[in-house]
C-alpha cells in the first residue's frame, strides 16, 4: 500500500470542490416539465421527473455534507499539525537544539 499525503491546503480545496459540485447539481435544473401528450404517459412521466429531482437534492446534499466533513478533517489535521509541531519544538528546546541548524 502506498503513501497517502495528507496538507492542510489540499483539504480546504477538496472540501471547496464538493461545495462547488453541491451547489452545481442542486442549480442544475432537473427534469424539463411535460406540457402536453396523452395524459397517463404524462403523468408518469412527471411520477419520474419527480424522482429525478428527489435524486438530485439528494446528491447535493451529500456532496455538501461530504464537503463539510472534508472541513472539518482539516480543522482536525491542522490542529493536530500544531500540536505536534509544538510538542518538537518542547523536545527539540529541551535538548538545546532550538536555533541550531
Do not use: H, K
Not at 412521466?45 to 446528491?59: K, M, P, Y
Amino acid at each position: 500500500m502506498g503513501n497517502v499525503w495528507v496538507s492542510a491546503a489540499g483539504l480546504r480545496a477538496l472540501a471547496g470542490v464538493f461545495g462547488e459540485q453541491a451547489v452545481q447539481v442542486s442549480t442544475n435544473g432537473g427534469a424539463p416539465p411535460v406540457t402536453s401528450g396523452f395524459a397517463s404517459s404524462a403523468a408518469a412521466v412527471r411520477s419520474v421527473n419527480r424522482d429525478v429531482d428527489d435524486a438530485v437534492e439528494t446528491i447535493a446534499d451529500r456532496l455538501a455534507a461530504t464537503g463539510a466533513l472534508v472541513g472539518t478533517a482539516r480543522a482536525g489535521y491542522e490542529s493536530t499539525d500544531a500540536a505536534n509541531a509544538a510538542a518538537i519544538g518542547a523536545v527539540a528546546g529541551g535538548l538545546g537544539l532550538v536555533g541550531e541548524g
